[in-house]
């Protein structure tokens, strides 16, 4: 090991760790996930049934999407018949989205699948250590 490697693991570092756990945990979403819904449709859908009607602009920053990513997704949902928008009646520049019935549908039953994922990601670890983990990486946000 050269001088200026010393101590340096990578497999150490926490950027490495989120990463490889990143990766299992997307492995697990993509073949349990109903629809082919990716990662940020499903997380449009469910904070659509969790908060309601929104505009497209609070749906991104509800979901942590910059504007061109929530523009993405709602554009293929729409496509999929899954979301619908219609103009604020308050303001015609926002358009405000939601879920058609097929949509919510849709949404109700990713949600329950979500949950599947979420134990398989988490089931290495004991119920003391998940509750650990979320709430350490909260604390990251």
Do not use: W
Request: proline fraction near 1%; aromatic fraction near 4%.
């Amino acid at each position: 090991m050269t001088e200026d490697r010393k101590g340096y693991a990578l497999d150490d570092q926490v950027g490495f760790i989120l990463r490889e756990v990143g990766q299992r945990h997307s492995t697990i979403f993509a073949g349990k996930m109903i629809e082919r819904l990716t990662p940020t449709q499903f997380a449009a859908m469910a904070k659509l049934i969790e908060v309601g009607d929104c505009s497209q602009n609070q749906l991104g920053r509800h979901t942590a999407m910059d504007v061109a990513t929530i523009k993405g997704v709602v554009d293929r949902l729409a496509k999929r018949g899954f979301v619908d928008s219609h103009a604020d009646d308050k303001d015609a520049r926002r358009r405000i989205v939601c879920l058609t019935d097929t949509g919510r549908d849709v949404a109700l039953r990713a949600i329950q699948v979500a949950g599947d994922i979420t134990r398989e990601t988490l089931k290495p670890l004991s119920e003391a250590g998940q509750k650990q983990l979320l709430k350490l990486l909260r604390e990251l946000r």
